[in-house]
């Protein structure tokens, strides 16, 4: 079955200790994407990637960093998380053409305390 | 920066009546500009996608249309059902071919009730 795979679901940590989100999709999609979405502040990109090496920045990348290394894995890495960043968070992806509708993960929910 | 915005935030319909959701932004150089439903608790699920090029898109009930000079979309979802409660998300994704397109904003979606 075609899918985008993230894990945890659900995670809570502490302030500081770092945290890795993977994100899996078996579609040979060439982009990706993350975003986290808020209560009134809807969905936000954080990061995005159009091919194997190649990242850039979302709107909110602050506190986040991501890696490339291959096609298929695009994971979320928080050095020091802190509470700001709990948040519901998605990862995305899609071939990148004009054409190609986004295939979205079924979330992961994280909670800094 | 592209600003996107989903007029009205919620929307209570009875069974049966027709479904207008709109979508603006405010720069007109897009890629394609998509349209996804979300139920509570879960992922975004793609609706439809209009390319730049396009003027409409249509699947079964729902029928998207763009128009870019004014910076608009709607969905239509004809002949609403209970089953299409859920809330609506617009997304536009920028169209410099330097490979900003990547760069997607999200509208902050409508929530949609359909009563029996």
């Known amino acids: 079955e075609a899918q985008v795979t993230q894990n945890p679901r659900y995670l809570i940590t502490v302030t500081g200790k770092k945290l890795t989100v993977t994100c899996s999709q078996n579609?040979?999609?060439?982009?990706m994407s993350w975003y986290r979405q808020d209560p009134g502040l809807g969905l936000r990109q954080i990061y995005y990637?159009?091919?194997?090496?190649?990242?850039d920045k979302g709107d909110v990348p602050e506190g986040y960093k991501v890696s490339r290394k291959e096609k298929r894995n695009f994971p979320l890495i928080l050095e020091s998380p802190s509470p700001n960043q709990t948040s519901l968070y998605f990862c995305?992806?899609?071939?990148?053409?004009?054409?190609?509708?986004?295939?979205f993960g079924n979330g992961t929910r994280l909670t800094v305390t | 920066k592209q600003e996107v915005t989903q007029i009205p935030a919620a929307l209570s319909v009875p069974e049966g009546e027709n479904l207008v959701l709109n979508c603006s932004f405010t720069?007109?150089?897009?890629?394609?500009l998509q349209w996804f439903r979300q139920d509570p608790g879960k992922g975004l699920t793609s609706l439809l996608l209009i390319q730049s090029s396009q003027r409409e898109q249509t699947s079964g009930r729902l029928n998207a249309s763009l128009d870019k000079s004014s910076g608009r979309s709607t969905l239509y979802i004809a002949a609403s059902q209970p089953g299409d409660s859920a809330t609506y998300l617009c997304?536009?994704?920028?169209?410099?071919?330097?490979?900003?397109?990547?760069?997607?904003?999200f509208g902050a979606g409508t929530q949609v009730v359909v009563t029996p």
């Open positions: 995305a992806s899609s071939f990148g053409s004009a054409g190609s509708p986004l295939h």
């Open positions: 720069d007109s150089a897009i890629y394609n």
């Open positions: 997304a536009v994704s920028g169209g410099d071919l330097n490979g900003s397109w990547g760069k997607l904003q």
């Open positions: 579609m040979n999609h060439e982009y």
């Open positions: 990637s159009m091919n194997v090496e190649v990242t």
